[in-house]
């Protein structure tokens, strides 16, 4: 039999000095309170970065203002981030930092591919979406849920630029409420018959392939998370077809095309389902729950972009005879500014450190989502408040980021719905 440890005895083992808590034969540390034991399933709380991360960061940063930062501008007017910039990015290894070695990947941890996620939306957080989409979303879904098979033949190929993913699972009366999604998939012998629609597919119109979510019975209000399937489909399926696609008169993410995709009689092989026939609402909120952790991570780039963009403002401009960053109501913006950064990134990096450990993180990543959602628009709108007049002008970014800050609280779950799930995890304790 197994004794469950107590905090009060890793603590007081602690105090005394003792090294790495040490349980005797037969006992178990719980999972919540790992961290304070120093054993695997938790470490030692420690803000510092590794050597690793710095260099890797500073790669990243390098790759940013060079290939990224000089040319957002002239991507927003496109609509579009050129193909060659993601074939750069599979080369030095950030469109599959997640994925493991052995399909391709960096094998990278949740907290650097957190800090990594905040540098690229520094520069350009278009760019930012496009590679969560085809990394977070379609690449983890076909990780944790694909077959041996399907491992190898997609992940290699969206690590490294070869081909893009994208993840369809929205559809136009049903945002929110996800499980209400309608469209189908009937068995035909040894393929699958697609039929359906799907709204505000970032990446969607270009990427080579699709995870796709479908209902396999028919649609039932009372049983709507039940018959929900997973499938990858080809751009160049027979009945698939992008409709409609929008970038450059979108509020942000001018750079990020979303798409509309029909699927009319679209069919593909049966081996092309991702994981069992009735695992689709499972699969969706694992996938989602990743896919918000990194859409928090690039609201602390927008965020940290915006409060760098502000602090350079204030310091040189001037009014009144002195440097404006000198009046205390201007202070005070920069005080609230560098909390909400400081908070959004905490936040983050506690979600990320809780997967590295196995830990349920649901809670802490809808968390970090939620503050991000919220304090991502308030610091980006005090940074368009310090440049006065100039804010308002294409000729500073702060605009820009003030625009790509409103979405972080609408795609991947509202906040709303974070409040849903953060009172329910809290509630049901």
Avoid at 17 to 28: D, I, L, N, S
Avoid at 285 to 305: D, E, Y
Wanted: charged share 25%.
């Amino acid at each position: 039999m197994s004794a469950t440890v107590s905090r009060e005895r890793i603590l007081s083992w602690n105090c005394e000095g003792g090294g790495p808590f040490q349980p005797q034969a037969g006992e178990v540390v719980p999972a919540d309170i790992g961290f304070l034991s120093g054993n695997p399933i938790g470490s030692a709380m420690e803000f510092a970065i590794t050597e690793e991360q710095k260099l890797l960061r500073q790669t990243v940063q390098e790759f940013v203002a060079k290939e990224i930062s000089p040319h957002v501008e002239a991507w927003e007017e496109k609509g579009d981030v050129p193909d060659s910039v993601f074939r750069k990015l599979g080369e030095i290894g950030l469109l599959g930092a997640p994925i493991p070695v052995e399909y391709g990947g960096a094998g990278l941890d949740a907290v650097t591919y957190a800090m990594l996620t905040e540098e690229l939306a520094k520069g350009c957080s278009s760019l930012r979406t496009t590679i969560s989409v085809n990394t977070s979303l379609f690449g983890m879904n076909v990780l944790l849920f694909g077959s041996e098979a399907q491992k190898r033949f997609y992940l290699p190929k969206i690590s490294s630029g070869e081909k893009r993913g994208a993840w369809a699972l929205t559809e136009p009366q049903s945002g929110s409420d996800a499980a209400g999604l309608r469209t189908t998939a009937r068995r035909k012998g040894d393929h699958w018959v697609l039929n359906g629609h799907k709204m505000w597919i970032s990446d969607g119109g270009k990427a080579d392939y699709h995870v796709v979510y479908a209902r396999t019975d028919e649609f039932d209000p009372r049983t709507k998370r039940n018959h929900i399937a997973t499938f990858v489909v080809h751009k160049d399926d027979p009945g698939f077809k992008v409709g409609s696609v929008e970038s450059k008169t979108k509020l942000g993410l001018r750079a990020s095309p979303t798409a509309e995709l029909l699927y009319e009689d679209c069919t593909i092989p049966a081996d092309r389902m991702l994981g069992k026939p009735d695992s689709g609402w499972e699969q969706a909120n694992k996938i989602l729950n990743g896919g918000r952790l990194s859409v928090a991570a690039g609201a602390v780039g927008i965020a940290q972009a915006a409060l760098d963009a502000g602090i350079a403002y204030v310091k040189s401009r001037e009014a009144f005879g002195k440097k404006i960053g000198e009046f205390q109501l201007v202070k005070e913006h920069v005080a609230y500014m560098t909390l909400e950064v400081e908070t959004m990134r905490l936040l983050v990096y506690k979600a990320a450190w809780m997967k590295d450990q196995g830990l349920d993180n649901r809670l802490a990543v809808s968390l970090a989502k939620l503050h991000a959602g919220e304090a991502c628009t308030r610091v980006t709108e005090r940074a368009v408040q310090l440049h006065g007049g100039n804010g308002f002008s294409g000729e500073y970014p702060v605009e820009r980021y003030w625009r790509d800050s409103k979405i972080i609280g609408i795609y991947e779950g509202t906040n709303e719905i974070q409040k849903i799930i953060v009172a329910g995890e809290v509630l049901d304790r």
